[in-house]
């Protein structure tokens, strides 16, 4: 078992924008790698779209998160709420912020060990 983190905020890749995130936890437990991040969102930031390998968890610490899903439609949660994100390409959402302060989430990753921690897709 083996474990690291990163010591700061790190600018995510692109398609996103005005996202940042720190890895506080990442070990690999047989098949599962279970990796733990802050997230930070800019006004007018976004994740870009994408799914996700594995199951996530998310917490809202600061702010309003604008979550839409392709196949789901729109969803918002606000500072405090807790929510799981399904895996898979049918689950393909984009993690924004449209308010005036910066939104912060701490998200809880179960993926399948090696997988990325997100997979692109194109906006709808």
């Known amino acids: 078992m083996t474990w690291w983190r990163t010591s700061s905020f790190q600018p995510n890749p692109a398609p996103a924008v005005g996202t940042a995130s720190r890895t506080l936890l990442r ?3 047989g098949r599962r790698d279970i990796v733990v991040r802050r997230t ?4 007018g930031g976004s994740s870009g779209w994408h799914y996700h390998d594995g199951t996530l968890f998310v917490l809202v610490t600061r702010g309003v998160l604008d979550h839409p899903y392709v196949r789901r439609g729109p969803a918002v949660y606000p500072r405090g709420h807790v929510f799981r994100e399904p895996s898979g390409p049918a689950n393909a959402h984009v993690a924004r912020n449209l308010g005036a302060t910066e939104v912060r989430i701490l998200v ?3 993926n399948p060990a090696g997988s990325p921690l997100s997979r692109q897709v194109s906006a709808p």
């Not at 930070?40 to 006004?43: K, Q, Y």
């Open 27 to 29: 070990v690999r437990l």
């Open 108 to 110: 809880l990753y179960l």
């Open 40 to 43: 930070r969102i800019a006004p």
